[in-house]
């Protein structure tokens, strides 16, 4: 079973950036699409953004439109999510996931999702 580990969480003020990062120790993620998920406190998880197998579609959320961006690194084990303009509504723990099947799937629905890492805190305020 592929076993995602999320990384690059941290504070920071309104306004700024952070990059996560999405690694698998086992398996290349290049056979696998990849999301980006959040969750709030108290509420529930939500998709952020999803990337295809060959990185050439991706998708967001619309609160994220124009300041997240995902990518991947082909032949590596890595995805990205480069999120700039920072706001506190941002605030959650971040989770890269893999899809429980080929197709057929919601890039965004956390409930077609599966392999969830332990997250990665972000914190937005100043």
């Known amino acids: 079973q592929l076993e995602l580990t999320e990384s690059g969480g941290g504070w920071v003020q309104p306004g700024g950036s952070l990059r996560l990062s999405c690694l698998s120790s086992e398996h290349t993620l290049d056979y696998y699409a990849i999301s980006w998920f959040r969750q709030a406190p108290g509420k529930e998880r939500e998709g952020v953004s999803c990337?295809?197998?060959?990185?050439?579609?991706?998708n967001y959320t619309d609160s994220v439109k124009g300041r997240f961006t995902i990518s991947r690194d082909l032949g590596k084990k890595l995805v990205f999510l480069h999120m700039n303009n920072l706001r506190p509504e941002d605030t959650a723990v971040y989770y890269c996931a893999a899809p429980l099947r080929d197709y057929g799937y919601d890039c965004l629905n956390p409930h077609d999702f599966g392999s969830w890492g332990q997250g990665t805190h972000v914190t937005v305020s100043s």
């Open positions: 990337i295809s197998q060959l990185g050439d579609s991706t």
